[in-house]
Each structure stands twice: as C-alpha cells, then as structure tokens.
C-alpha cells in the first residue's frame, strides 16, 4: 500500500488549526466523502456528525458538514456524543456514513476525524486511500475541479436530531442499546470519571438506572479540560477516588468514551487485558484477538483455560478486521479498547464496563479474586526518536535485528520483543517483556540503544 498522506491508525489526527486538522481541509474532506457514497450509492446520501467536547470540535464538524452538503448529502448533527453513539446511530438511522470529531485520548489542543460505513464499521484502508485519492485530484470541490455541479433542490439538508426521548430515532436508543445487556448493581458503590467528554452526560445516566450508588467526577467539560489530569490517561485521579470513599469499583473513560479502564476496591488497575481475559472466560470463548502489546501473563492465563490469543498489530480497526475475518466475538487492546462484536461493531468503553461488571457477577468471584489470578508480566515500552524516513524500516536493518534476537534468545519462551513504528510521530517504540523486572529492563534498553544508533548513522 502507497504511503498514507493523511489517514493513521485511527482517522486523520493532530494539533487543531494546524494541517490537516483546519476547518479547510475539513471542508475537503467533507466533499470526498459524500463523493464517495454518491459513487457507490448514488441519490442523496445520509450522514451523521457528532463529536467530543474539544473548544475546536464545531470548527470541524460544521466545516464537514458544509462540504458533505455541497456535494448532495444530507446531514444529521448529534451533537456531543460518545464516538461508539456515532457508530450505533448510524446504523439506527440507517445512514450512508458516519463521521466523528475527536481525538480520544490526545490533549484538549489535538482534534481527529473517524469516519464509518453504513454498518458503524470504521473505514479499512482501502476506503480511506479513496478519500486521499478525491482530496488530491478535487481539491476544494469547485467548478473548475472535474466534479459536477450539485445545485438547487441537489444541495443537502441539515437537521439536528430530536432530543426529547419522545422519538423512535433520537439518541436515547443507544441508551438503550447499553441497558439491554447491563447488570443491575443492587447498591454497588460506583465512581465514574466522564474525562470532561464525550461521554459526561450519558455515562452517568446508563449507570444512574442500574441501581448503583454513583458518584461522578470530570464530568464539567469547558472545552479545554477534556482528558487533563483525568480519564483513563491519568488513572491516579480515580485511584485515590476509589480508595479514599471506599468505592468497589472505578470506572474512567477516555475523551470520546470508545474505551475504559477500572480500578479494584484495592486501587488496582483493571486494564485491557484483564477485561479480556474475564470477560473471554465469563463468556465461554474459544478464542479471542489481541495485539502485540497485549500481555504475555494474560495469553498463558487463557491458555491454561484452553482460549487461544490471536495477536495482530496495534489499532483497534486491526482487530476488528480479524475478528470479522475468522468469525470471533471478542478481541481488544490493553489501553481499554474492547470490542464485542455480538453486541456492537466498534469499541464502546460504557458497554465494556457493563459487560466486564456483568461477567464478574456471575462467575461469582470478586474483581478483586479476578486481578489476583490473571498474572501480569513486567513490560516496558521506551519511545526512540527516528526520522520519519527511517521509521517503518529501522526494524529491518542488521544491527537492530541482531539485538533484538539476541535479546528474545535471553527471554526465551517467558518473554517476547516488539518494535512498532508510530502512526503519527517520528518514533519507534520498543517493547520488552518478560518475568524478570530487571532483566526486561536491561534488554529494551539495549535494542532502543541500537535503534537509536542506526538512526543517527544514517
């Protein structure tokens, strides 16, 4: 595949009012996309737009929405929202796509754009060089472009969707979309943190019903707070929540609320991985998909229970591939980012929540005795500066891949080496894992040192 000019792993991302992250290119991306679907689809094509609660998110989403109606597609604005709201409702609304502004996790500064099909699936590859490719040739969509004219009765319609919980197709379905599958928590003492979006006002709805006994911090978004010092990019907030109130459980979202972490009655973090492999056994699977920074201490704890790991590279959107591909229900990353695809076609941190909180009631163990079996392997991840040029192909060079085998010969079978290039920055991260904390150590430090050498060769 060509490189990439503006789509990474997760949509296109970066610092608000900088390229590609400007109402401009917005606007751009907007026309390529409802070109698209009319290519494939033909008439008027129906788009959704939500977003988190970035200070930059109505720039964008309304720079889309202006590009999408000038090309013939008619737009339905959500509003903030969860991304995995976006997913569901465009499905629900039976639309051609969906779109979404937010950059999840980044600092307030940073925006990004998602884009899903029809089903609420995210765009492969393929869909996503097609957009790259009409941005290139069309530029801004005007006369002089290649493209048709779109006027009169052709230019699409704009409509906010209904929020009184009167309609059939308002946001409160995926509400209760979440509801149909929770477990009710009998006075269970729960803390929320919203992060300061996207998911600040629905979270604690979806919990307030299931008779927990709820608490809710970082749910005050300004525009600017969105993930400082909260969410599940910065846990200690509601670690000390948990533990000072005696809470039993903690659950935190990221900005856009596609993934979640919890902390045990002991301030234990319950990440990825352990919701995987409880919810993996909960659940009966044979064999579930996670990525290459998925724990080696979680893959031997499902082994022993006879559940396979596939392991693919990181990005959600990679998981969900081989999922669909080999017919799987379960799979997810380590950050929080689970998907069940009997229930949703994208991650969703509050479903997550109330699937691993649904799982641990009737497996009859605390999530206390959970954390307590599921072994966790030292892992360290250093981050390696190399040039843009060098970035996918450092790994291959002789000198790095020396250390690395050298390193995985000491590890052996308890320990494994991963170097994976950024999707956004100029950086190779380097991952070591093993059983001996030093020994891990003493390794990532090695093969980041000979990455970094080559980098400063060439």
């Not at 048709?148 to 906010?160: A, E, M």
């Not at 379960?330 to 699937?355: C, M, N, R, Y």
């Not at 190779?428 to 430090?445: I, K, N, P, S, W």
Request: proline share 4%; aromatic share 4%; net charge negative.
């Amino acid at each position: 595949m060509s490189q990439r000019l503006y789509f990474g792993t997760d949509g296109v991302r970066g610092v608000a009012g900088e390229h590609p992250m400007t109402a401009t290119f917005a606007l751009h991306l907007g026309v390529a996309t409802a070109e698209l679907v009319r290519r494939e689809g033909g008439g008027h094509p129906h788009v959704v737009i939500g977003m988190d609660t970035r200070r930059s998110g109505p720039m964008l989403a309304h720079a889309l929405a202006a590009g999408l109606a000038s090309r013939g597609a008619d737009v339905t604005w959500l509003g903030v929202v969860p991304t995995p709201a976006v997913s569901y409702l465009t499905r629900e609304l039976d639309a051609d796509a969906g779109i979404v502004v937010s950059a999840s996790h980044n600092p307030f500064a940073d925006n990004g754009i998602k884009l899903f099909n029809h089903q609420g699936e995210k765009l492969p590859d393929e869909q996503e060089a097609k957009l790259e490719e009409l941005i290139q040739r069309h530029g801004d969509g005007n006369g002089d472009s290649g493209l048709s004219q779109v006027t009169g009765s052709q230019v699409g319609g704009f409509r906010r969707l209904p929020r009184d919980g009167n309609s059939g197709n308002d946001a409160s379905t995926y509400t209760a979309h979440l509801l149909k599958s929770a477990p009710y928590l009998d006075g269970m003492k729960v803390v929320l943190d919203c992060a300061n979006g996207a998911g600040h006002l629905i979270a604690p709805q979806v919990f307030g019903k299931l008779g927990a006994r709820l608490d809710v911090i970082h749910a005050a978004p300004d525009g600017e707070n969105i993930n400082v010092s909260c969410g599940s990019t910065a846990p200690d907030a509601i670690t000390r929540k948990v533990l000072d109130g005696g809470f039993d459980v903690g659950i935190t979202f990221d900005g856009d609320a596609d993934r979640v972490l919890l902390i045990d009655r002991r301030g234990r973090l319950v990440s990825g991985d352990h919701m995987l492999a409880i919810c993996a056994v909960a659940r009966g699977e044979k064999e579930i998909v996670a990525t290459q920074m998925s724990n080696l201490g979680m893959e031997r704890f499902l082994a022993e229970r006879g559940i396979s790991v596939r392991r693919v590279q990181v990005g959600d959107r990679y998981v969900f591939e081989e999922l669909r591909r080999e017919g799987l229900r379960l799979g997810g990353e380590q950050s929080g980012h689970v998907l069940f695809l009997d229930k949703a076609p994208t991650g969703d941190g509050i479903l997550t929540a109330l699937q691993v909180l649904s799982a641990v009631r009737q497996s009859n163990k605390s999530l206390e005795q959970w954390m307590d079996e599921i072994p966790v392997y030292p892992q360290l991840l250093l981050n390696v500066e190399v040039p843009a040029a060098q970035r996918d192909v450092v790994a291959q060079d002789p000198a790095v891949a020396a250390e690395v085998s050298a390193a995985e010969a000491e590890l052996g079978a308890d320990g494994r080496v991963y170097l994976r290039p950024s999707g956004t920055e100029p950086l190779v991260r380097v991952m070591v894992e093993g059983r001996d904390e030093a020994q891990v150590r003493v390794l990532a430090e090695k093969v980041a040192a000979a990455v970094r050498s080559v980098a400063q060769v060439a």
